[in-house]
């Protein structure tokens, strides 16, 4: 296939589905027909909203659209830096660790001079910031999140522009933000987390959606802490409560006074961290949810380690 709409087009056809069936509110029959013509586009939730009618999955759309199995081998360099990354320790060699590294981004290198892809240019973007951090660990220098090295300011700024030209962001908006909310100044990332939750009622009704519009908010309510913005991160743990008010959930509910405790284990208080840690650990072990509880037996356990190194932020980031 060419381009989504063909691929669209021909799954649509395939499935004898008219075009007024899958027209609503916001995505009329005349705009569903140019997508498919290649004559307009449509954001990313949209799209899931459509392949969701249709009854087809994002990763069979995915081979669709790419025969060549581009997708696919997307997703494999991406997991494969991934698994490089989570595998650094305090007692890596970090000469011998950057050199892998510089392997795997050059792949992406390679494949981005043959293949045209946003998703990848926005993931080397990453990738080129985490090595920079690497660079910096390795010439003993300290490394903090709080003030960001302008040269890598400059790198991620690409990132920055799209996430301000998009008007309406789908999933991949909010993955995005997800990975790169450290790069950003307080004020900006503020500025992305309030967007993220004007469009919170239109992901709830995609698969998974909900669950990343939260783990959203808690990424970027723990680079505020990183960054010392005590303020904006307290705005954003209001956020989450206020959202959870019109939706319940359980699971993130009992977050909240563990990310509470965050705030204040970055201020410096130990004892009211510790005590809204046990808190949440305790609300787990109430619910039967013993591997949460463990996780954040654990989490609470290496957060002193997390904070005096903060490449274990970004590897927690860039996984999500």
Same mark, same amino acid.
């Given at each position: 296939?060419?381009?989504?709409?063909?691929?669209? $087009?021909?799954?649509?056809?395939?499935?004898?589905?008219?075009?007024?069936?899958?027209?609503?509110?916001?995505?009329?029959?005349?705009? /569903?027909?140019?997508?498919?013509?290649?004559?307009?586009? /449509?954001?990313?939730?949209?799209?899931? +909203?459509?392949?969701?009618?249709? *009854?087809?999955?994002?990763?069979? =759309?995915?081979?669709?659209?790419?025969?060549?199995?581009?997708?696919?081998?997307?997703?494999?360099?991406?997991?494969?830096?991934?698994?490089?990354?989570?595998?650094?320790?305090?007692?890596?060699?970090?000469?011998?660790?950057?050199?892998?590294?510089?392997?795997?981004? $050059?792949?992406?290198?390679?494949?981005?001079?043959?293949?045209?892809?946003?998703?990848?240019?926005? =993931?080397?973007?990453?990738?080129?910031?985490?090595?920079?951090?690497?660079?910096?660990?390795?010439?003993? +220098?300290?490394?903090?999140?709080?003030?960001?090295?302008?040269? /890598?300011?400059?790198?991620?700024?690409?990132?920055?522009?799209?996430?301000?030209?998009?008007?309406?962001?789908?999933?991949? @908006?909010?993955?995005?933000?997800?990975?790169?909310?450290?790069?950003?100044?307080?004020?900006?990332?503020? $500025? #992305?987390?309030?967007? %993220?939750? +004007?469009?919170?009622?239109?992901?709830?009704?995609?698969?998974?959606? @909900? @669950?990343?519009?939260?783990?959203?908010? #808690?990424?970027?309510?723990?680079?505020?802490?990183?960054? *010392?913005?005590?303020?904006?991160? #307290?705005?954003?743990?209001?956020?989450?409560?206020?959202?959870?008010?019109?939706?319940?959930?359980? $699971?993130?509910?009992?977050?909240?006074? =563990?990310?509470?405790?965050?705030?204040? =284990?970055?201020?410096?208080?130990?004892?009211?961290?510790?005590?809204?840690?046990?808190?949440?650990?305790?609300?787990?072990?109430?619910?039967?949810?013993?591997?949460?509880?463990?996780?954040? +037996?654990?989490?609470?356990?290496?957060?002193?380690?997390?904070?005096?190194?903060?490449?274990?932020?970004?590897?927690?980031?860039? %996984?999500?």
């Amino acid at each position: 296939m060419k381009n989504y709409g063909e691929a669209f $087009r021909y799954l649509r056809k395939n499935k004898g589905v008219k075009l007024k069936e899958l027209a609503e509110e916001g995505l009329s029959v005349s705009l /569903i027909a140019q997508f498919e013509k290649g004559q307009s586009k /449509i954001s990313y939730d949209r799209l899931l +909203k459509l392949l969701h009618k249709l *009854n087809v999955s994002h990763d069979e =759309f995915g081979l669709l659209v790419n025969p060549g199995q581009y997708w696919l081998k997307e997703q494999e360099m991406m997991s494969k830096f991934y698994q490089l990354m989570n595998s650094y320790q305090i007692d890596t060699v970090i000469d011998d660790f950057l050199l892998k590294l510089l392997v795997e981004q $050059r792949k992406i290198e390679d494949y981005l001079a043959k293949q045209v892809s946003l998703k990848m240019s926005h =993931f080397l973007i990453f990738v080129k910031i985490y090595v920079l951090f690497i660079k910096l660990k390795q010439t003993g +220098k300290p490394m903090s999140l709080e003030v960001i090295p302008e040269d /890598i300011g400059v790198i991620g700024l690409p990132v920055q522009q799209y996430l301000f030209d998009v008007e309406i962001w789908g999933l991949y @908006e909010l993955e995005l933000l997800n990975r790169m909310s450290f790069i950003f100044t307080p004020p900006i990332l503020w $500025r #992305f987390v309030q967007q %993220s939750v +004007k469009r919170l009622e239109s992901y709830r009704c995609l698969p998974a959606a @909900e @669950e990343l519009v939260f783990q959203t908010l #808690f990424t970027c309510l723990t680079v505020f802490c990183a960054k *010392n913005a005590f303020e904006y991160a #307290f705005k954003t743990l209001l956020m989450v409560e206020e959202q959870l008010v019109f939706q319940e959930n359980l $699971r993130f509910a009992a977050m909240l006074p =563990f990310y509470r405790g965050w705030i204040y =284990f970055f201020m410096g208080d130990q004892s009211k961290a510790n005590s809204l840690f046990l808190e949440t650990i305790q609300i787990y072990e109430q619910l039967g949810l013993e591997k949460e509880r463990d996780k954040y +037996k654990e989490l609470s356990g290496n957060l002193k380690k997390v904070k005096e190194n903060q490449l274990f932020l970004i590897q927690i980031f860039g %996984s999500v």
